[in-house]
C-alpha cells in the first residue's frame, strides 16, 4: 500500500513537470506578447510618415518618443499627456483600456499659448486598439 502511494505520489510529480515544462515557453510568450512597443521620432514637429499602432485591449503599450523641439504628446479620448523636452528621449507606458481608433496628436511648445483654434493640429498618429 506505502509503495503504491509513493508510485502514485512519483507519478503526480514527473506529470506535473512534464507539464511545466511543455507549457512554460508558450506562457512567457503569452505574456511577452500582451506588450506593444512603438518608436515616435519627430523632427521638427512632424513625422516622416503617419503611424498607425495596433494594439489589442488591455496591452502594455510603451512609446519611446524624441524629438529636437520641445512639446506634448496628447491623445484624444485617453486623455494623455506627455511632456517632452528637445533631445531628451522620453519614454511612457499605458494600458490599452478602451477599444477603439484614437488620434494621436503633438503640440510643439512654442504654439502653446496661441488661441485653441491656432493651437489644434492634425493627426501625429493613430492608436487602434482591438478587442481580444
Not at 512597443?37 to 523632427?43: G, S
Not at 499627456?81 to 488620434?103: C, H, I, L
Amino acid at each position: 500500500m506505502k509503495d503504491d502511494l509513493a508510485f502514485n505520489w512519483k507519478l503526480l510529480a514527473a506529470f506535473s513537470l512534464l507539464v511545466w515544462a511543455c507549457w512554460s515557453p508558450y506562457l512567457a510568450l503569452a505574456q511577452e506578447a500582451n506588450k506593444k512597443e512603438f518608436v515616435i521620432d519627430l523632427k521638427d514637429d512632424t513625422l516622416t510618415k503617419l503611424v498607425v499602432m495596433k494594439v489589442r485591449h488591455h496591452d502594455q503599450v510603451t512609446w519611446k518618443i524624441s524629438s529636437n523641439t520641445s512639446g506634448e504628446l496628447h491623445m484624444h479620448a485617453y486623455h494623455l499627456e506627455v511632456q517632452v523636452k528637445a533631445d531628451q528621449p522620453t519614454q511612457f507606458m499605458f494600458n490599452a483600456k478602451a477599444s477603439g481608433r484614437f488620434q494621436i496628436s503633438w503640440h510643439p511648445d512654442q504654439q502653446r499659448n496661441q488661441p485653441a483654434k491656432k493651437n489644434h493640429h492634425d493627426a501625429l498618429a493613430y492608436l487602434e486598439v482591438y478587442p481580444k
